[in-house]
């Protein structure tokens, strides 16, 4: 069976992995000269930067990324978070993210402990937002500002865009697979290694190879052309998104491009920092809900100081972007970062800004139309279609399970 | 180089330049090292680069 795969980012190479294990003959075409997409390193002034992820996985050595890498024979090693995550709260001082309840009245303590427990079992059916949801029972600026910080990390969406049954799914999830870690060697240490298997199982991998389009008769995709060569295919898998896939070839099905339609990317920045001291001084989430713009920030260099000179750390912070003013956005941003760290010594190494055609996630929480295409063979992976209540990465590695099974390869 | 509105400001183009010559702040801008040799064509993931006409 001849299994060709458009795009080498992580969904991908993990459908690569698992594919070429199963005995598939596997090719990969990619149109950049590198592989690994958004999760792979941008090496710059001695520093290890990423493409997009900041070098983390949020469930850790114990999530659906790991498992799966474990699964192929990945050789990665993931350092978890110690701790998990810290709340910077409105007076400077941190808390553990565990322990968000403990500033709220007792009265308040004891509801939201209920309300949490009630909602995690019954997930809200309506499509309420996960801000709409938390103001049905409380008012409370501290609960709001966190709930935005989290689904800002986590999702690059403010709480009023996502649905509460997408962010009540992830927080089931961080119960049953626990916090973050870090790669060590960075993102691209796990896109290079899947690379590796993939090899090692007799796939093949073309860089700089554009699909000009995917080849259908009769309902099914027998192939694809690549650079203008014809290459045969029993089984196609996209992870270049819904959109980009239905552009390949001629997609006559009305509903489903009307979905697609519908489908929004989400939006983010990334700044990354260089500092001789420790800004953060452990390996966790740095959860800023009284920053204006910035959601959080990690210091990689605490689990894996390889990944900046020695001597330095590297810093990155995420933020969702709330207006078209980009400009405006970065400056917010960088206010934040002097207000967080008034007597650090930090340099700006490289602002990277994420939408569009190149966005944080391909697809926001919410609005997943799953990994199903009009084509019988053709499957989209990667953060165009993830699993449900999958973060980042994890959303990945749960969606190319999901096509695992379809086919019949896990 | 020229470019255009589809630049989201990733930064590969200016991390992957041999000349220092591309800056970027939410979206990449050319100095005047640049030579023109067209590697942040090749590294920019959403063809928002092209040469001057």
Redesign the interface.
Same mark, same amino acid.
């Given at each position: 069976m001849k299994a060709v795969i458009i795009g080498a980012g992580l969904g991908g190479l993990l459908t690569g992995a698992k594919l070429s294990k199963a005995g598939y003959d596997v090719e990969i075409f990619e149109r950049?000269?590198?592989i690994g997409?958004r999760f792979t390193n #941008?090496?710059?002034k001695g520093f290890k #930067?990423s493409?997009?992820a900041l070098h983390m996985i949020p469930h850790g050595s114990r999530g659906p990324l790991s498992q799966l890498l474990r699964e192929v024979g990945a050789k990665v090693t993931i350092i978890d978070s110690n701790p998990m995550a810290i709340i910077k709260k409105e007076d400077e001082s941190n808390i553990e993210f565990h322990d968000f309840k403990k500033g709220l009245s007792i009265t308040k303590q004891v509801k939201l402990g209920t309300i949490l427990a009630y909602s995690l079992k019954f997930k809200p059916k309506s499509d309420i937002s996960f801000r709409d949801w938390i103001l049905k029972f409380f008012n409370d600026e501290f609960l709001l500002r966190l709930a935005d910080s989290y689904c800002g990390w986590s999702l690059s969406l403010a709480a009023k865009d996502v649905p509460a049954h997408e962010v009540l799914e992830i927080i089931d999830n961080m119960y049953r697979y626990k916090g973050p870690g870090i790669p060590a060697g960075g993102c691209g240490a796990v896109t290079e290694s899947l690379s590796d298997v993939i090899k090692s199982n007799g796939g093949k991998i073309n860089t700089?190879t554009c699909i000009d389009r995917i080849i259908i008769d009769d309902g099914m995709a027998k192939g694809v052309s690549a650079n203008g060569k014809v290459i045969d295919a029993d089984i196609v898998i996209s992870d270049v998104g819904h959109p980009e896939t239905s552009r390949m070839y001629e997609c006559r099905d009305g509903k489903y491009l009307e979905f697609i339609k519908n489908t929004r990317p989400s939006r983010g920045i990334k700044i990354c920092l260089s500092s001789r001291e420790p800004l953060i001084g452990h390996s966790g989430v740095l959860f800023t809900p009284y920053a204006e713009r910035i959601n959080g920030i990690n210091e990689v260099t605490n689990a894996d100081p390889s990944l900046a000179p020695p001597g330095k750390h590297l810093v990155m912070s995420h933020q969702t972007v709330l207006s078209d003013d980009?400009?405006h956005?970065?400056a917010l941003g960088l206010g934040d970062l002097k207000k967080l760290f008034p007597d650090k010594e930090y340099e700006v190494l490289?602002?990277?800004?994420?939408?569009?055609?190149?966005?944080v996630n391909r697809v926001s929480s919410g609005s997943d139309i799953g990994y199903r295409t009009p084509v019988h063979n053709l499957y989209i992976v990667g953060d165009g279609a993830k699993g449900r209540g999958g973060i980042e990465v994890e959303g990945v590695a749960l969606g190319v399970r999901n096509v695992m099974k379809e086919i019949g390869a896990s | 180089m020229k470019v255009s509105e589809k630049c989201v400001g990733c930064c590969q183009c200016a991390v992957y330049c041999p000349h220092d010559a591309i800056t970027v702040f939410g979206r990449a801008s050319m100095n005047e090292n640049c030579v023109e040799c067209g590697i942040c064509i090749e590294y920019c993931p959403v063809s928002a680069i092209s040469e001057d006409e």
């Open positions: 950049l000269p590198f997409g #941008l090496e710059y #930067l493409t997009g700089k980009l400009a956005e970065i490289l602002i990277q800004s994420y939408s569009g055609g190149w966005p | -």
